[in-house]
């Protein structure tokens, strides 16, 4: 689609025809968020898109500065509440990283199932939002359906659905127990079949593909220059993920394959995700039957925690790219500074040069598939 | 020519798998619970609002005023008082008040503990139309007015 | 016995508004508690038994509210759009014989009657999107109208197909000539059909299910149904054809929706599935056509619930590249069909 470029913002297009500017405003009908687009519009198609973020900044990083490091672990949760798991993991292990904290094997592969059991519920509510903007409303109850029974066993080992507040330096803050680990097993047999009525009911929908094909292109460079990380990258044909190319906890010991396809496209990203839920499936299995027995949490952690002076850094894949801390120390137990790296925040820029030519619902769908969570943006 | 022929056959043939589908989920039983017709039953860990501990025998609180949970909180949610009386050992608790409206059930205060003197109690319903009903909850009252009974 | 001629009109007036008003409300509904059940949840239960009232409750609430109209909207325009939309939809029910006994008018054009009133459908929501001098509304109104246009021609050409067929366009006549056994209904008697007796020979439309897909997607697209409801809900982010109606205004555009979901599904039943006959041949009464119109509004629910939107120019490519040539290649085979055999 040839587009023509915007002469200057608010003004006209190359050959005279005027545009207009249309706010995207930060209440939306869909379920994104805090977040105001500034499309500059010609007629039906966007010719310059400006996110406008920081209607929901909560300065959880300033936040890092004034508490302790175990007063700060509500606030991890907090960051991007739908995958909340990966957050605290990272936090917790950059911690114990910096202190040389080692972390019993049980409590890893705990760590483990619980994070993959967030991505799935994650990937479940984006599935529900993505196909509500489209247009089909019921997947997104029968996604919120599977994903009450992953919220439920949650619940049952750590008291919270949402914010969980499990990790804990040195391991976990309680013991997984029987019922637990039946309920994951059976969740698994339950989900795989489900999964394979999404297919059919989605996927395979040829209203869903003709929506979706050929939409969106971002090539695997844009990525690059952005720093696009998570579905959106792997579904330009690079197969990077934190998990197999900065390896942490277990995951070493565990088969898993990286979904990639190398359409680039809408149908791309949403075929990473899907496929990403069965290959969590898969590793929530292999964990579950290798988990060792053990102590829960390492013992003889301080209870104050303090870091030598220095610079500590730890990346996690969280379900939508890679999330990051580093947390700079100069020996109190108060840390310096704490950085959060996003995966939204970067997966938001590049909808700036992506979206450019597209008609609207074109751009919407787009951003869709990028899975934007706002207070992830804005921290 | 012949990839439109198949490609509207097979997405014809989609479509009426998409209908099948949620027809087979049109008969199946509903999945919702009718609050506040139903309600479920909390799970054993459920963090609930936080409340002092009773000690079975006695019926007083079990909290000696160490102030730990005051400092492990994020939030500066708590602020307790105590006296050390005649004749015990420890000190024991006179004032502890609450801050619910900071509150982010982080459990630190729990687990910061030293003698378990606080726990998650199962309570939702937590909804109200004052917000002096958040703000400063004593919670050492209940102990006195279960001790009085 | 036969009632004097103006009281008939008269007591068929009172009966289509009656019919017409009962249905859009509960429609509503059927559809909510339709939607309800493909998800899975209850639906609305708490206004009246199962949620019986609650149409009533959504039409006091609509009629209490204010009724704005906007500054440098054209007002006469603004108030007649509703009234244009919905009249036409009661025209045409008075063109359609409910049952033996049940007909308003017996109009030996019936069918081009109830396409011309139809047609009016697509002026009356030009007229609101334009009259509400909202820039949205109006790219609104137009997508609608050019939607509408792009389905109404694989409609016509299908119908012509029929009419080939039947050869008479009394609407009447047309489900007479369907009595009989199921397999006498349009839908099926292109295939093989029994009625000349004895062992039948060869029908003279061998795609007649094929015709009765397209009449319905047809029919779904000119209704603004999901999927293809680019007027209600795309622009979701913009602002639909009908934003600047409020109050009644905006109850009236969706008492007309179910009105003309009504008579297409009326229409399908008529021209395809054999009016009032029942499926093995005895008792036939009105009965049997409610039975069928219900099963078709139940389909018409169960699509919007199951698909996802069609983006604006793929739905007039399905129409304009796939629609009408297939509507086209049936024609040419039925005529080519009735010419040989």
């Given at each position: 689609m040839q587009f023509e470029k915007v002469v200057n913002v608010g003004g006209t297009t190359e050959s005279g025809r005027e545009t207009f500017v249309l706010n995207l405003g930060p209440?939306?009908?869909?379920?994104?968020?805090?977040l105001r687009i500034k499309l500059t519009m010609d007629g039906e198609y966007v010719m310059h898109a400006e996110p406008v973020c920081?209607?929901?900044?909560?300065m959880h990083e300033k936040m890092g500065e004034n508490r302790t490091y175990a007063q700060f672990l509500p606030n991890t949760s907090r960051i991007?509440?739908?995958?909340?798991m990966h957050y605290t993991h990272a936090f917790v292990g950059a911690v114990e990283r910096a202190a040389g904290i080692e972390v019993p094997p049980r409590a890893e592969y705990i760590r483990v199932i619980t994070s993959e059991l967030n991505r799935v519920s994650s990937h479940l509510v984006w599935f529900g939002a993505f196909l509500l903007d489209l247009g089909g409303f019921t997947p997104l109850l029968y996604a919120f359906d599977d994903r009450e029974k992953i919220l439920d066993l949650l619940e049952a080992i750590t008291?919270?659905?949402?914010?969980?507040?499990?990790?804990?330096?040195?391991?976990?803050?309680n013991d997984v127990d029987d019922d637990f680990l039946r309920g994951t097993r059976d969740f698994v047999q339950y989900m795989r079949p489900r999964l394979g009525m999404y297919r059919k009911l989605v996927t395979d929908n040829i209203i869903l593909r003709k929506r979706l094909e050929d939409i969106g292109p971002i090539s695997a460079e844009m990525c690059r220059k952005y720093g696009a990380t998570g579905p959106v990258i792997r579904g330009s044909g690079i197969p990077c993920d934190v998990r197999r190319?900065?390896?942490?906890?277990?995951?070493?010991?565990l088969e898993f394959d990286i979904p990639h396809y190398p359409g680039g496209d809408c149908m791309a990203r949403y075929d990473v995700r899907m496929e990403e839920m069965e290959q969590s499936l898969r590793i929530i299995e292999q964990a579950v039957a290798k988990l060792p027995e053990g102590p829960h949490i390492a013992p003889k952690v301080p209870r104050v925690i303090k870091l030598p002076p220095g610079d500590f850094y730890y990346a996690v894949e969280a379900a939508r790219g890679r999330f990051a801390v580093r947390i700079v120390s100069d020996?109190?137990?108060?840390?310096?500074r704490v950085r959060l790296r996003t995966p939204s925040f970067a997966n938001l820029t590049l909808f700036g040069e992506a979206s450019q030519g597209m008609l609207l619902p074109d751009a919407l769908a787009l951003m869709g598939t990028l899975d934007l969570v706002i207070p992830d943006i804005d921290r | 020519m012949k990839n439109l022929f198949k490609e509207v056959w097979t997405g014809f043939g989609s479509l009426l798998t998409g209908m099948r589908i949620t027809l087979e989920q049109f008969f199946k039983p509903q999945v919702?619970?009718?609050?506040p017709h139903e309600s479920l039953k909390m799970a054993k860990r459920y963090r609930g609002h936080v409340v002092l501990v009773r000690?079975?025998?006695?019926?007083?609180?079990?909290?000696?005023?160490?102030k730990s949970c005051e400092k492990a909180c994020p939030s500066d949610c708590i602020v307790l008082d105590g006296i050390k009386r005649e004749g015990e050992k420890k000190k024991s608790v006179t004032d502890f008040k609450l801050?619910?409206?900071?509150?982010?059930?982080?459990g630190s205060c729990v687990e910061a503990c030293p003698i378990d003197a606080l726990e998650f109690s199962?309570?939702?319903?937590?909804?109200?139309?004052?917000?002096e009903s958040f703000y400063?909850?004593?919670?050492?009252k209940p102990t006195l007015e279960a001790k009085a009974e | 016995m036969s009632i004097p001629e103006p009281f008939r009109l008269l007591a068929y007036l009172v009966g289509f508004l009656s019919f017409v008003g009962l249905n859009a409300a509960y429609l509503v509904w059927v559809e909510r508690k339709g939607a309800a059940r493909f998800q899975r949840r209850p639906g609305p239960?708490?206004?009246?038994y199962a949620g019986l009232l609650q149409p009533i409750a959504d039409a006091i609430k609509l009629m209490t509210k204010q009724v704005l109209v906007p500054l440098e909207a054209d007002r006469t325009l603004f108030r007649l759009a509703p009234v244009f939309v919905l009249t036409p939809a009661l025209m045409c029910l008075a063109t359609m014989p409910f049952s033996a006994a049940i007909g308003a008018i017996d109009f030996n054009l019936g069918l081009i009657m109830v396409f011309a009133f139809g047609a009016i459908n697509v002026l009356a929501i030009m007229l609101g999107g334009w009259a509400s001098r909202n820039k949205y509304a109006i790219i609104s109104a137009a997508r609608v109208v050019s939607q509408n246009v792009a389905y109404e021609i694989p409609m016509l050409l299908v119908v012509i197909t029929l009419l080939m067929v039947t050869?008479?366009?009394s609407l009447r006549e047309i489900v007479d000539q369907q009595?009989?056994?199921?397999?006498?209904?349009n839908v099926f008697n292109?295939?093989?059909?029994?009625?000349?007796?004895?062992?039948g020979h060869i029908g003279s439309n061998p795609l007649a299910p094929v015709t009765f897909v397209i009449f319905f997607i047809c029919m779904l697209a000119e209704t603004n149904?999901?999927?293809?409801?680019m007027a209600e809900a795309e622009s979701e982010l913009v602002a639909g054809?009908?934003?600047?109606?409020?109050?009644m205004g905006f109850g009236v555009f969706f008492m007309a929706e179910y009105a003309n979901i009504l008579v297409g599904c009326s229409l399908a039943t008529i021209l395809f599935?054999?009016?009032?006959?029942?499926p093995i041949g005895?008792?036939?009464?009105l009965l049997w056509f409610l039975v069928k119109l219900y099963l078709l509004i139940f389909t018409v629910v169960w699509i919007r619930w199951t698909f996802p939107r069609t983006q604006f120019y793929k739905l007039l490519n399905l129409s304009w590249k796939i629609l009408i040539p297939v509507s086209l290649i049936t024609l040419v085979l039925t005529s080519v069909m009735l010419k040989l055999f």
């Open positions: 209440q939306h009908p869909a379920t994104h968020g805090v920081g209607y929901i900044h909560r991007d509440y739908l995958s909340a008291g919270a659905r949402l914010t969980y507040c499990y990790y804990r330096f040195g391991g976990l803050c190319v900065e390896p942490y906890s277990v995951y070493p010991e020996g109190k137990d108060i840390p310096y | 919702t619970v009718h609050y000690d079975t025998t006695t019926g007083k609180s079990l909290c000696i005023a160490c801050d619910f409206t900071k509150c982010s059930l982080c199962k309570n939702y319903n937590l909804a109200s139309t004052t917000k400063q909850i004593d919670l050492y | 239960t708490e206004v009246g050869g008479t366009m009595a009989g056994g199921f397999w006498n209904w292109g295939i093989w059909d029994f009625r000349g007796g004895g062992w149904r999901a999927p293809f409801d054809a009908f934003t600047e109606y409020a109050g599935f054999g009016g009032w006959h029942s005895i008792l036939p009464g």
